[in-house]
């Protein structure tokens, strides 16, 4: 009988290295790291930590540590480094020439990810871009990484034939990625346009990688979407409808988590999927409250926002993982959000009270009218209807009664007076 053999892919292991430079919480930064590592499928071999003032121009670190690395990676065995920060060419290359090994930063494992993630059309198209403008500035630092062949970790993506071209080729893939990126915002924008159109409140999710939006999607409309205890465990917006506690119809979409040191060249690439929350009437902020981390993670959230100039919306801030042992006694403030609430979007704790906020602060957004419009102007009442939120519609001798929540907007062109002005919405305080 012919004997069976498993055969199991091996696992690439790395050493992650960073440099601490005063204000940095190296080791925290490190743990996320490893973590990055473990969604892209590989594994950690040990760390190197080095306090210096400013990065080494040639190496990243000291020469001296080069030398440890060295010993490092011969004790352990490691098939390469990992940096937690971006390199340039010359560091990649002189690491490499040291090391004889691969040389990886966080910025390359981030675009790998994404390139492993990367599920539908859009999204492969704006990771591809990312990667090759990354790695376009690259071409002559990389030495003899480019060739390496078999999808390991780095090396997801575009594919080796495209980057082992010439500059020339490589400028016109980008030239042609960057024209189907401008289709996808402009179908974005049309549908966005359609989505105003039928005055549909949209609601943008956003928070950093890992915090629960896909779960809290899941829980609020049952999107199904693959919801995992991972890094970037989804990557594509999704956008569903739900009808809140009052009755009316709003969108909820989910965005592309952000992360400490998220590569800008991704920012860019996704800013038409990012700018959903620059469109958005209310931002809905997951923070992840079992995480010691929690308050430098909204830090990074309100960096991002602000680099996309995401202003000027009401903010609710969901401290989620309540379900989590010790989470829910930890004391955590978003000093930018106008309520805040502890929830589980596992077990759906505290969730009725955040979609009843919800719905107040999209009723506040309106104005109240009770009047009659003559029957010769029933396409007032039909714009009613598909605009505001209509609570009573009576038809008697003078034409239909109207009562409805509409926006302060549409009362304005139909040159209607309300019956009561409408309150902003204040800064409230946090609720448990």
Do not use: W
């Amino acid at each position: 009988m012919k004997e069976i053999t498993e055969t199991t892919e091996n696992i690439e292991r790395f050493i992650l290295v960073g440099v601490e430079r005063g204000n940095d919480n190296m080791e925290a930064s490190l743990a996320e790291l490893h973590e990055l590592l473990k969604t892209a499928g590989g594994e950690s071999a040990g760390t190197v930590i080095q306090n210096l003032e400013s990065f080494n121009k040639a190496t990243y670190i000291g020469t001296g540590k080069v030398e440890e690395l060295k010993e490092m990676l011969a004790d352990t065995g490691a098939d390469g480094i990992i940096t937690d920060d971006e390199l340039s060419p010359a560091q990649m290359k002189n690491l490499e020439d040291a090391l004889g090994c691969k040389v990886l930063d966080r910025t390359m494992l981030i675009l790998d990810i994404f390139a492993k993630h990367a599920v539908t059309g859009e999204g492969k198209i704006q990771v591809e871009m990312a990667q090759l403008k990354y790695r376009s500035s690259r071409l002559q630092g990389f030495g003899t990484s480019l060739s390496r062949l078999g999808g390991r970790i780095g090396t997801r993506g575009p594919g080796e034939s495209k980057l082992e071209s010439d500059r020339r080729t490589i400028r016109n893939r980008i030239s042609q990625l960057s024209k189907e990126i401008n289709d996808v915002r402009a179908a974005r924008d049309t549908a966005r346009k359609k989505r105003l159109a039928n005055a549909v409140p949209v609601i943008a999710i956003v928070g950093y990688t890992n915090a629960g939006k896909s779960t809290l999607l899941n829980r609020l409309t049952d999107a199904d979407i693959l919801a995992e205890d991972k890094l970037f465990a989804t990557l594509d917006p999704t956008t569903r409808g739900m009808q809140l506690p009052d009755g009316e119809q709003v969108l909820f979409t989910d965005t592309v988590g952000f992360i400490h040191k998220l590569p800008h060249n991704l920012i860019e690439a996704f800013r038409s999927t990012l700018e959903e929350a620059k469109y958005a009437d209310i931002l809905v902020h997951v923070v992840d409250s079992s995480n010691i981390e929690a308050e430098e993670h909204i830090k990074v959230v309100y960096r991002t926002l602000d680099e996309l100039h995401v202003e000027g919306k009401p903010v609710v801030t969901l401290f989620n993982k309540s379900d989590v042992p010790g989470a829910s006694s930890r004391i955590i403030k978003d000093t930018r959000a106008d309520v805040s609430f502890k929830v589980s979007a596992a077990t759906g704790e505290g969730i009725e009270d955040f979609l009843n906020e919800i719905a107040r602060i999209l009723r506040e957004s309106k104005v109240l009218i009770d009047t009659v419009f003559p029957y010769t102007e029933a396409g007032n009442v039909a714009r009613i209807r598909k605009e505001g939120q209509l609570i009573a519609e009576e038809y008697v001798a003078e034409g239909v009664h109207v009562k409805a929540y509409i926006p302060k907007s549409l009362a304005g062109q139909l040159g209607i007076t309300a019956s009561g002005k409408a309150r902003c919405c204040n800064k409230r305080t946090s609720r448990s």
